[in-house]
């Protein structure tokens, strides 16, 4: 069965900096590609990165370019999202998803974890 | 970036009405669209991709079609378990792309 759990979401001043991981099971990891998908409080789905399966590939939105850092430890199964520089705008609950068959086909999400931007 | 806008953003039906929710792209995505179930507390959940394929698990009331920049995501009699809000999404090219939801709710 296949699982990805999120970890490492929080509460986070302005400005500060949070490592998401997201710990892959049930399937071979180093053979999908990933991506971090997040929400805002009510809002829909918005994309925010995507790694290839060895992780010699790493793509951005717009939103973060710069900002977030995505990374992948396939000895260890798991997928990082590292986030500096964070804003009130960032406050979303933030999924990791594997992908099937290309990049973007996301096939199974991880149940997610809120990271609140706030003083 | 593609622009994905989906119709209507909310409905209210009954359990065995006949459910339709339309995506249209801002350009040609030819087959690359997905749609996603995410119901309130929950992930999002892959039910069709490449336009009008069905997800494995994912029962045979749901069914999909279009290509170009049209598409359509129909329920064919609405479930109980299926009041949820529905998303498509562009698989073409970076960044992928969401629509903004369309909202199913009990009437």
């Known amino acids: 069965e296949v699982q990805l759990v999120e970890s490492g979401g929080g509460l986070v001043q302005p400005g500060g900096s949070l490592r998401l991981s997201c710990a892959a099971s049930?399937?071979?990891?180093?053979?999908?590609?990933m991506s971090w998908v997040r929400q805002a409080p009510g809002k829909g789905l918005e994309w925010v990165s995507a790694i290839s399966d060895s992780g010699d590939r790493t793509y951005y939105a717009d939103s973060v370019k710069g900002q977030f850092t995505i990374s992948r430890d396939n000895s260890k199964n798991t997928l990082y999202l590292q986030m500096n520089s964070l804003r009130a705008e960032d406050t979303a609950v933030y999924y990791c998803?594997?992908?099937?068959?290309?990049?973007?086909?996301?096939?199974?999400w991880g149940q997610g974890t809120l990271v609140t931007v706030s003083s | 970036d593609i622009q994905m806008t989906q119709s209507p953003s909310s409905l209210s039906t009954s359990v065995g009405d006949r459910v339709t929710i339309t995506c249209r792209a801002s350009q040609s995505i030819s087959s690359y669209l997905n749609w996603y179930q995410q119901k309130p507390g929950k992930a999002p959940k892959l039910l069709i991709y490449l336009a009008s394929s069905l997800q494995s698990g994912v029962p045979s009331r749901f069914s999909g079609s279009g290509s170009g920049t049209d598409f359509t995501l129909t329920i064919s009699s609405l479930q109980p378990e299926d009041f949820a809000t529905y998303y498509c999404q562009q698989s073409y090219n970076t960044p992928p792309t969401f629509g903004g939801g369309t909202k199913v709710e009990i009437k």
């Open positions: 998803a594997k992908s099937e068959r290309g990049w973007y086909r996301l096939d199974y």
């Open positions: 049930g399937f071979t990891f180093s053979s999908y590609a």
